[in-house]
């Protein structure tokens, strides 16, 4: 007796081959077999003509951590059909806990609002895991260890390279994570601690990564001007170390390299073709979403964003020297425009939600004069969206069939009052867009798109036993139709369910069934087998 037989789906197994009209039957948690016709008797069977039968969907790319402590829901990302999220990136992981980090978790717990990041910071990951204890979630976990949290505990926002010393005490807590279970380690060098790393602390590192078969991905020294320069430091690393590198959020993030993005994908190809190990994901979408000290030059951020905002409180020469650096980059409103921010920790009400060129007419302050204004009021410490790319590089980039998508973003729920003003629409639209321009532009067909976002993530993690739908394999499976699927999810109004997802199953369970979440928490950490 089976548990539960999908009939008549359009069944896209994941590998990208033909898809055909059949059943899949599901025992015990695990996909049995895969037919154009299955007579075998089922507990529970289920008619799915006319819908796409896919295994579920892997967010190659999220920030979700430890948000399902808060609300094990899970809903942004469940509803578009994801079951799997990779996380602890951007060099950011809930442990090892940092010094910065706690007293960042001191504050918004003062304002009442502990985000799920700050209350559930680790020592390790395992205590993590202890933390967590039995309870369920509704998406699986593939854990990275971020090596920004390991500098910020080891080094500090300090801007200098880290000491022998100091790289030998980040490689033994890289150590300590890859034997409890993490599948890479992730780099955020746009961000303090990071971008103060230097090469010879990055190499030891990921050398240690190579070793020990885990790969790395790594949000870019700078997504923008110098992105080029930014893939060769990387594209070195990767040839000198020998890992497996997945760059984070594939960007052209500033005019100067807007059109460039077939030059910025074959520079990837050519280093693969020279010996590393490249692959890359991208969101799609032309805003991004980080912090607005992110405008502001490396120099400025040494010691960390609140000191920056000190300095740029008290210290003209300095503040004018930020200036300087600004003025050219944001000449006119519509620059302003482009930055908007989403929230300041409920620490600055008056600018939630409002763009930095609405606040230049609010204070009459020309925008880069705002821009200095608001990361003053704001300690350095917002998160906010900024409109940095050019459409049509992120359609080029959506075309590629070997780059995978991830959503950057966190599974909150669709309860805006869950949340601090308004989140990037990714957050809740990602794969579902995804598939739509995929349709709608005609970049590559169904079956392919659905490669992208399911054997294509897995295979660069290391999943074996998922991703794809095969006899033997997890049966985790997602249905949607192909044909509505589209996410509804704007700038405005972000906190939207995306359409055309009929079923998510987990193990075998209905996680999503007829669109709407069942009771069963199915997710858990999945760790890596440590050899
Ligand atoms: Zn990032």
């Known amino acids: 007796m089976l548990d539960l037989l999908l009939q008549n789906g359009l069944i896209c197994d994941g590998t990208g081959t033909s898809p055909f ?7 015990d948690g695990k996909i049995v077999e895969i037919a154009p016709h299955i007579t075998e008797e089922a507990r529970e069977t289920v008619d799915v003509s006319g819908l796409v039968i896919a295994p579920a969907f892997i967010d190659m790319h999220s920030h979700s951590d430890a948000w399902f402590m808060e609300d094990d829901r899970c809903q942004a990302k469940l509803y578009q059909g994801v079951a799997t999220e990779v996380v602890g990136q951007c060099g950011s992981s809930p442990f090892p806990r940092s010094v910065s980090q706690a007293s960042r978790i001191r504050r918004e717990a003062e304002a009442g609002k502990l985000s799920a990041m700050g209350a559930y910071q680790a020592g390790t990951f395992a205590k993590l895991l202890r933390l967590k204890g039995d309870r369920k979630m509704s998406t699986n976990l593939v854990q990275f260890i971020g090596h920004n949290a390991v500098r910020n505990g080891v080094v500090g926002p300090l801007a200098r390279p880290a000491w022998d010393d100091e790289i030998k005490i980040s490689r033994f807590l890289l150590g300590q994570a890859i034997e409890q279970g993490v599948w890479g380690m992730s780099l955020g060098l746009g961000y303090v601690p990071g971008l103060f790393a230097d090469k010879a602390e990055l190499a030891s590192l990921m050398e240690m990564c190579y070793i020990d078969d885990i790969m790395v991905s790594v949000h870019m ?15 070195d690393l990767a040839k000198l170390t020998k890992v497996r590198l997945h760059i984070s959020h594939l960007k052209l993030g500033a005019k100067e390299v807007w059109g460039k993005a077939e030059e910025l994908y074959n520079r990837i190809r050519q280093a693969n073709a020279e010996g590393a190990r490249i692959t ?16 502001l030059p490396d120099w400025a951020l040494d010691g960390g964003g609140a000191r920056c905002a000190k300095r740029l409180e008290r210290e003209p020469e300095f503040r004018a020297q930020v200036l300087e650096y600004l003025r050219p980059r944001y000449p006119e409103k519509e620059d302003g425009d482009r930055l908007y921010i989403v929230g300041t920790g409920g620490r600055c009400p008056d600018i939630d939600g409002k763009t930095v060129g609405q606040l230049s007419e609010e204070w009459n302050l020309p925008v880069p004069e705002a821009i200095v204004e608001t990361l003053i009021r704001t300690g350095c410490d917002d998160d906010s969206i900024i409109t940095n790319m050019d459409e049509k590089d992120v359609l080029w980039l959506l075309g590629r069939n070997d780059l995978a998508i991830g959503s950057d973003a966190s599974c909150r729920p669709f309860d805006p009052a869950a949340s601090d003003g308004k989140p990037h629409p990714r957050t809740f639209g990602t794969f579902p867009r995804f598939l739509r321009l995929c349709r709608e532009h005609d970049l590559c067909p169904v079956e392919t798109a659905v490669r992208r976002i399911t054997q294509l993530p897995a295979s660069i ?7 794809v739908l095969k006899p033997g394999m997890v049966a985790d499976v997602t249905v949607f139709n192909k044909d509505t699927i589209t996410d509804t999810a704007t700038f405005d109004e972000p906190f939207q369910k995306p359409v055309g997802v009929e079923h998510v199953i987990m193990n075998g369970v209905f996680a999503l069934k007829n669109g709407e979440q069942t009771e069963e928490r ?4 999945l760790l890596k087998p440590y050899l």
């Open 21 to 27: 009209v059949g059943d899949v039957s599901i025992r």
């Open 221 to 235: 020294r700078n997504e923008c001007e110098r992105v080029f320069e930014s893939l060769e430091e990387m594209i």
């Open 280 to 295: 890359a994901d991208l969101y799609p979408y032309n805003a991004c979403s980080t912090g607005l000290s992110s405008r």
């Open 461 to 467: 993690v290391g999943l074996n036993d998922r991703g």
């Open 522 to 525: 199915l997710g858990d950490y």
